[in-house]
């Protein structure tokens, strides 16, 4: 049987302009991504590694439509892909309650009666290893691990089938970080989730990935199954991030 891709970028260019100002309205049109091309197919995590500042960010923005300025094709096979940011304190709404935000999604959406959105909201606390009374509180009275649960508890209330996470462990301590990769394993498996996986930590990827995307400067330099690129890199760039993980 085929596998079914969720979803498919196509020789991907994605420009930004630099240097518009209110005073002048020149503006230079910028290439950050260079003919990117890959699929992610259904239960993949797909892991996105790289240097900071070398698109990783810009690609998942592009995937999201956020990025307007691109050539090639972005093609989504599933419904409202949703993104997990890198900080979720800059991500939830600080003046709202964990319940209004997780519900937020659900209201925009439409369809529901406001009884249901509430009881979806505690069903998805209870799957993120969270409490009905934590709907209560407010992001500045969680700890990192729990803010970046409610990050991900709201990405997947409206049970999207794709969903990019962008470096969603790197601000949390070790032991916090195992326990979120764990809960992400777990949510994948019921909820039938596929992921884009960036991050700048190679272990982690290895731990957690079925395939890899190595990227040097906007580009693809290597990708594959994850086991075969690590055994047997065939660039130098994805050599030289190897043995800086090893050292």
């Not at 709404?93 to 997780?102: D, E, L, Q, Y």
Request: hydrophobic content about 40%.
């Amino acid at each position: 049987m085929a596998e079914k891709p969720v979803l498919e970028v196509k020789h991907l260019n994605t420009f930004y302009k630099v240097g518009l100002s209110l005073t002048a309205n020149r503006a230079r049109r910028v290439q950050v991504l260079k003919d990117v091309d890959f699929t992610v197919y259904e239960g993949d995590i797909v892991g996105l590694v790289g240097e900071s500042g070398c698109g990783k960010s810009t690609l998942a923005k592009s995937i999201l439509g956020i990025v307007k300025d691109i050539e090639g094709e972005v093609i989504n096979h599933t419904k409202h892909p949703q993104m997990v940011f890198q900080d979720p304190f800059s991500s939830l709404n600080p003046a709202k309650t964990v319940g209004w935000i997780m519900e937020e999604p659900l209201r925009i959406r439409g369809g529901m009666t406001p009884e249901a959105r509430k009881e979806a909201v505690f069903d998805m606390l209870r799957r993120v290893e969270l409490t009905e009374d934590h709907a209560d509180r407010r992001p500045w009275e969680l700890s990192g691990g729990q803010k970046q649960r409610v990050s991900i508890g709201t990405a997947l209330i409206t049970r999207p089938k794709f969903v990019i996470l962008d470096e969603p462990v790197s601000a949390l301590d070790v032991t916090i970080q195992a326990q979120i990769l764990k809960l992400l394993q777990e949510l994948k498996k019921d909820f039938g989730l596929s992921y884009l996986f960036i991050s700048h930590d190679l272990n982690v990827v290895y731990q957690l990935c079925n395939r890899v995307l190595v990227m040097k400067k906007g580009e693809i330099v290597e990708q594959g199954y994850v086991e075969e690129v690590y055994e047997d890199p065939k660039h130098p760039y994805t050599r030289q991030l190897l043995e800086a993980a090893d050292a």
